[in-house]
């Protein structure tokens, strides 16, 4: 079985302070972890995965996130907030056992204030 | 590149009727996946489809059902609509899971209100 949870709704930012969006997970393989985000009026967009590898990777806009194993975390940073930002964010895990099948998190509502 | 296409953009039907929902994926592309993005309760994984066949279901009942053509373009069939069947269904694609797992590329999704 296979579950992810965004434990936070929405999180308020002002423009250029860092910008941490959380994101838990429960996997019975290994975990397959990615970000997305939701612009208004507009699909979900790649942001960045975890597979294998180093713990810190590294995706668009100046986004990164850690695999943190001991912890099952996978949350999303931003060193500095833009305006730009304010979107949904999805966070999706999939067990290495479970192909094709993607769980996605609840979604974060990410608000950058200038 | 054309990206992920869905038609139609939005629908409007009645409760009990049969609703069929297409998707065109990005060129390369063999896995289709469906979600459905009900207000409030994220995405929900439906159907995945992989060179014409059906991998994986979601916790849905048969009344969703779907198919994927030799062209890997898809269409998500639901029947006896009920009213909670009102949501977005998005549609994404990706490469195929040949021991990696690929990141999706969504379209813009079809709005399906059931009255």
């Known amino acids: 079985a296979q579950s992810v949870a965004q434990p936070e709704d929405q999180v308020n930012v002002a423009e250029g302070n860092p910008l941490t969006v959380k994101c838990t997970y429960s996997v019975s393989g290994n975990p397959y972890l990615f970000w997305y985000v939701q612009y208004p009026n507009r699909g979900l967009q790649f942001l960045l995965k975890y597979i294998t590898g180093d713990n810190l990777v590294k995706g668009s806009y100046g986004f990164e996130a850690e695999f943190n194993k001991s912890q099952t975390s996978f949350h999303l940073k931003k060193p500095s907030a833009l305006v730009s930002d304010s979107a949904l964010y999805f966070c999706a895990v999939r067990d290495s056992d479970s192909w094709g099948k993607f769980q996605f998190g609840a979604g974060t509502q990410v608000v950058v204030t200038p | 590149e054309a990206g992920v296409t869905q038609s139609p953009t939005h629908l409007i039907k009645t409760r009990g009727q049969q609703v069929t929902l297409r998707c065109s994926p990005i060129s390369g592309h063999t896995s289709v996946y469906w979600y459905q993005q009900a207000l409030g309760l994220g995405l929900q994984f439906l159907l995945w489809y992989d060179e014409g066949e059906e991998r994986n279901r979601g916790n849905f009942p048969p009344r969703f059902s779907g198919r994927q053509f030799p062209n890997y373009s898809s269409e998500l069939n639901v029947n006896a609509l009920e009213l909670e069947d009102s949501a977005l269904y998005l549609c994404?694609?990706?490469?195929?899971?040949?021991?990696?797992?690929?990141?999706?590329?969504f379209g813009p999704g079809t709005r399906l209100t059931v009255t």
């Open positions: 994404a694609s990706s490469l195929a899971l040949d021991g990696d797992s690929y990141e999706q590329y």
